[in-house]
C-alpha cells in the first residue's frame, strides 16, 4: 500500500471515501516496479470548487512520488467517487509509462556493460 497524505479542501471527509481512496489510490503500489515500491508516497487533494464548469464541482488530485519521477493526475467530475476513479485510471498509464523508462534504462544500462566488458576481453 502506497503510503498517503489525504487533504480535504472545501471538503468533508467521511470514512467510507477515505477508505476509498486508500484502496484505490493507495493500491497502485502492485502496478510499480519492485524497487520503487518502498519509497513510492502519495497524495491526494480531494475538494469542492463551487465555479466547476458543467458541474464539476469535485475535484481530485493525486500525485505519485516515485524515485526520479513525480506522477500527477487532476480531475472534476459531478461526484467525488468518479474522480477518484478518474484519477486512479490516469496515475495507472504514467505508472505504466514511468515502469517502461525504467526497464528500458536498465536493459541499455545491462547492454552498455556487456559491450565494455567485450571490449577488455
Not at 12 to 24: R, T
Not at 35 to 58: C, F
Not at 89 to 116: C, D, E, H, N, T
Amino acid at each position: 500500500m502506497i503510503k498517503l497524505d489525504l487533504t480535504g479542501q472545501r471538503y468533508e471527509l467521511d470514512e467510507n471515501l477515505i477508505e476509498y481512496v486508500e484502496k484505490k489510490i493507495g493500491g497502485l503500489e502492485k502496478f510499480l516496479p519492485k524497487d520503487a515500491r518502498e519509497l513510492a508516497h502519495g497524495e491526494v487533494a480531494l475538494s469542492y470548487d463551487p465555479s466547476g464548469k458543467e458541474g464539476n464541482h469535485y475535484v481530485c488530485e493525486g500525485i505519485v512520488s516515485v524515485p526520479h519521477a513525480k506522477l500527477h493526475s487532476k480531475e472534476g467530475t459531478g461526484n467525488m467517487y468518479a474522480a477518484i476513479d478518474l484519477v486512479e485510471a490516469k496515475l495507472k498509464v504514467q505508472i505504466a509509462r514511468y515502469k517502461q523508462k525504467q526497464q528500458g534504462k536498465k536493459k541499455s544500462l545491462k547492454l552498455m556493460v556487456a559491450r565494455f566488458l567485450k571490449r577488455t576481453t
